[in-house]
């Protein structure tokens, strides 16, 4: 009999107040809401930053002109060249000197049976030097009137660079003459202009050479 009573007793030394445990449970719950929801008003303004910001950025990225640039770096900087000028990415293998040419005028190097002189931009714009580089990449640069190949380290990529965004460079800031650069972008590729580059008159080297 004692045993049976303490039995039936146990279940109700340890009745849940379940009302206790709702009333906390909502209070917490409310305590969350409170720490991680904002106020309608700074849902209101922050649903409508996102609009404005939605509306805008699809009409920054259509308008204006943009250059398709091949960026290249050369003595540690970053460098483009508009793509409509690039015929072709070269591997530099044998470079045979040229004598009696400027010291910018490397040698040539035949390309597929076409020979081509191949210039080093650092000492054409006569920058400084910054140490040893690789220099084992040829870029073909080709116009109606000039084709020849520019030396540098590495090849990084093609991308498009809006007109509009890119900033007058200035030639104390990147040791290259203004008549040579297409400007500098936002996140400081210099971007040269290959057209002036390809009608200097001083990089025909051939003419003296065969008229001797």
Known sequence: ?????????????QTIDWDSVHQRLRAIQERLDGNWSPPPEKVAEILRTR???????????ETGESLEVLEFSLAYERYGL???FVREVYLLKELTPLPGTPPFVLGIINVRGKILSVL????FFDLPEKGLTDLNRVIVLSSDTMEFGVL????IGVRSILTAALQPAV???TGIREE?????SPDGTVVLDAATILNDKNI???QEVDGG
């Open 120 to 123: 080093d931009l650092k000492k």
């Open 51 to 61: 609009a404005e910001a939605l509306a805008r950025e699809p009409e920054e990225e």
């Open 1 to 13: 009999m004692n045993g049976k009573s303490d039995k039936e007793s146990s279940p109700q030394s």
């Open 204 to 206: 025909i080297v051939f």
């Open 180 to 184: 040579y650069l297409r400007g500098l």
């Open 171 to 173: 030639p104390t800031m």
């Open 82 to 84: 508009e793509t409509m």
């Open 152 to 155: 540098a380290d590495e090849i």
